[in-house]
């Protein structure tokens, strides 16, 4: 983040400013020159700035183009990554690809503060922007639009977002008001009486803002046929807007991960919950049930799929068997879920990521089991039968389903218990995964490599549309092993994301 302060200490005439806060002020710019943190130009007024102003950062789309799901103005398929125009005056902080649809997150602009009585604006900052298929309303425009070829702000949010997140039909934001506390991060050294005056500044000035909200919030919208949205048994089965999850109010949300019909959120405190479809055993609740048949309530219910009853969950309820363990991150997949702890041991839950693996708890797939056979593992992807998790020191590991050699082995085995990705990645470190239903992407070194389903086998297609190119290499076939995606000379990924098949990047140029 970026912070001006315009301070008008003309000669002229008096500053606004008590004396008790000049002084404070002509202490503190002292001892921010010492260190350094500021560079004065002294004009009319004086602009100083903490920081420098971030490189820009771009989004690059590929893959099948279909409901213009890619933002290029265009329902054709992409072979290669093309940068996405709509943003050209806007720095990107986010992106996230989901079954036909694509959401943008861009990035926190600076706030300004001024030392005279002006209140100072709020530039733009943490805005969702969303393009492709919108048949259930995942897009968060109107229920009326069926799809879009380019991003469109989506509506009703109107404050700071810090984290996006979409799935096969719906769609997520986290509110952040983290702006005020972001001064403190770094200047320590500048002492407490300028850190404290800055941000009892910022608070004044964001509580007179409209539209500041507590952070860690959880917005939902879109398909809502198996409680996926977590908004309670009598919502709509179509929610096209975003709508407050008003059960989870007063809980900070950290992360929240969206699979095809089921979505998992992360607290603050570690906490996971899960919500929506529970085929396969993908929520980790277990199987409810009573010496009198099926508990039903208002909360949760049961669906006939395939011949059995499933339950669904409608509103967020925690994951039992991950009480007393803290838990960083999760992910989501089409019938599976994965997470994290603070120890950095991997649980996965879900019939059929479970069935055949090396895990503790073999007998009660529905839940929690730890995955045995890992290191240390900071990031985790599921897609729509494979798992991919990153560890601390950079390695790569891959298991389940690997039709059309998703999992990066260099071959189509079917793999039960997680196997090391080599190729590119045995001399160089991986910073970032991505799962879709049948490809994978990673970052290494500021480049993003892409392996698995390019498209031409089992294409996927729709009212004669194109499809495939997914993996951004010019053309449709499969990839067995980890490829490098040709952006050109200094560019450097900074996120990635895959989606049924299309995917994006975020990037900068260095």
Request: charged content about 20%; overall charge neutral.
């Amino acid at each position: 983040m970026v912070v001006y302060f315009n301070c008008c200490f003309k000669k002229s005439r008096p500053c606004s400013q008590t004396k008790t806060e000049k002084k404070m002020w002509s202490r503190s710019l002292a001892r921010m020159r010492k260190h350094n943190f500021i560079r004065i130009l002294e004009k009319d007024s004086w602009r100083r700035w903490i920081c420098s102003e971030p490189r820009k950062r771009f989004a690059a789309l590929w893959g099948n183009g279909d409901y213009g799901r890619l933002g290029l103005s265009s329902l054709e398929s992409q072979w290669r990554p093309v940068v996405c125009s709509s943003f050209e005056n806007q720095s990107l902080k986010a992106i996230a690809c989901g079954g036909a649809h694509t959401l943008f997150l861009t990035a926190m602009a600076s706030v300004r503060i001024e030392a005279h009585n002006n209140t100072p604006p709020l530039t733009e900052t943490g805005r969702v922007y969303a393009t492709g298929l919108n048949d259930f309303g995942q897009l968060g425009i109107s229920e009326n639009t069926s799809y879009t070829l380019e991003p469109h702000e989506v509506s009703g949010l109107g404050k700071e977002i810090s984290q996006i997140s979409a799935g096969y039909h719906h769609s997520s934001a986290i509110t952040d008001d983290s702006t005020n506390w972001n001064l403190t991060r770094g200047f320590s050294s500048l002492g407490e009486e300028l850190v404290g005056y800055m941000c009892r500044t910022m608070v004044k000035v964001l509580s007179s803002r409209k539209g500041v909200t507590v952070d860690g919030e959880l917005y939902i919208w879109g398909k809502n046929s198996h409680g996926q949205l977590g908004l309670g048994k009598k919502a709509a089965k179509v929610i096209p807007v975003p709508t407050k999850v008003e059960c989870l109010s007063g809980i900070f949300i950290k992360l929240a991960a969206l699979g095809s019909e089921h979505s998992v959120a992360v607290t603050d405190g570690g906490r996971v919950l899960s919500w929506g479809g529970g085929g396969s055993g993908r929520l980790g609740h277990g199987q409810e049930s009573s010496i009198l048949g099926f508990l039903r309530s208002t909360r949760y219910d049961f669906l006939l799929v395939d011949n059995a009853k499933v339950l669904s969950e409608y509103t967020p309820r925690l994951i039992k068997k991950l009480e007393g363990i803290k838990v960083k991150t999760a992910a989501a997949g089409l019938l599976h879920s994965t997470c994290i702890d603070e120890n950095g041991c991997v649980f996965i839950f879900g019939q059929r990521a479970v069935d055949k693996m090396v895990v503790q708890d073999r007998n009660n797939v529905t839940t929690p089991s730890l995955v045995s056979e890992l290191p240390y593992s900071e990031d985790v992807a599921c897609g729509g039968y494979h798992t991919c998790v990153v560890t601390s020191g950079g390695e790569l590991y891959s298991w389940g389903s690997n039709e059309n050699g998703c999992l990066g082995i260099g071959s189509t085995d079917v793999c039960n218990s997680p196997e090391k990705v080599q190729g590119p990645f045995a001399e160089s470190p991986v910073y970032k995964v991505s799962c879709g239903w049948k490809h994978t992407a990673a970052i290494s070194e500021g480049n993003v490599f892409t392996w698995g389903w390019g498209g031409s086998n089992g294409t996927f297609s729709d009212d004669g549309h194109s499809s495939g190119g997914q993996l951004g290499h010019g053309n449709d076939i499969d990839y067995i092993q980890p490829t490098m995606v040709n952006f050109g000379k200094n560019v450097r990924a900074l996120e990635v994301s895959c989606g049924f098949n299309h995917t994006g990047a975020i990037l900068e140029y260095v």
